[in-house]
């Protein structure tokens, strides 16, 4: 099956700091998605970027599927950024795969 | 568009009851999914689901648990004889046209 690597494991920033999320996986894919776990366990949809770039606000991605690796660019953080951030992969058959994640901590 | 609707949010069931998890998908979505997020094991898929079928249930495991996705109505996780092991978040996920896959806030499972 897909194997999906996320680093780093954990983060710690000051509000305001920027942040790379890196996501590494080991097939060619169909899907791509980017998901933000708050602390009250939700698992919110960022993006869907099976290739190519996005942005949404203070937050982008990108994507390069011949590499195989995705990025997420978090700019001036806040504290409502903290929580786990996941990258998650679908191939042929849609299922995702889920990276263990990224825990993001923003201290004021 | 109400997004992905799943309840209980919580639920506490003694070893050996069942559990009954239920999923409304977004509307105009046909396909749905189940994953379940155990403690220090990440979020794993369980089942693929369209109206009617069982697609893929490739991560469900082979004993007790059992999902449907009825032509009208909301799809059921179902787990009987709940062990101590099944505490856990149970999502799940809905897609058009197996895209983009929207998440429900989950249900948490608790076992005593």
């Known amino acids: 099956g897909i194997q999906v690597e996320q680093s780093p494991p954990d983060l710690i920033l000051q509000e305001g700091a920027n942040s790379t999320l890196r996501c590494n996986f080991s097939?060619?894919?169909?899907?791509l998605q980017w998901f933000h776990q708050n602390p009250w366990g939700q698992l919110i949809n960022l993006f869907y970027?099976?290739?190519g770039t996005k942005q949404n606000g203070r937050l982008s991605a990108t994507t390069v599927a011949t590499e195989r690796y995705s990025l997420l660019y978090i700019s001036s953080s806040q504290t409502t950024d903290s929580g786990v951030y996941f990258c998650?992969?679908?191939?042929?058959?849609?299922?995702?795969?889920f990276g263990k994640g990224t825990l993001l901590t923003v201290n004021p | 568009n109400a997004g992905v609707m799943q309840n209980p949010r919580h639920l506490v069931r003694r070893r050996g009851q069942e559990a009954r998890l239920r999923c409304s998908p977004m509307?105009?979505?046909?396909?749905v999914y189940w994953y379940r997020q155990l403690p220090e094991e990440g979020l794993k898929f369980m089942v693929y689901?369209?109206?009617?079928?069982?697609?893929?249930e490739s991560g469900m495991p082979k004993e007790r648990f059992s999902a449907e996705f009825p032509k009208e109505g909301p799809s059921i996780l179902r787990i009987q004889q709940v062990v101590r092991g099944d505490s856990a978040a149970y999502f799940c996920?809905?897609?058009?046209?197996?895209?983009?896959?929207?998440f429900g806030p989950g249900t948490r499972l608790t076992v005593l």
């Open positions: 097939d060619s894919v169909n899907n």
């Open positions: 509307k105009g979505h046909s396909h």
């Open positions: 970027i099976p290739s």
């Open positions: 689901l369209q109206k009617e079928n069982i697609i893929d």
């Open positions: 998650a992969l679908g191939g042929s058959n849609y299922k995702l795969t």
């Open positions: 996920a809905s897609s058009q046209d197996n895209n983009e896959q929207f």
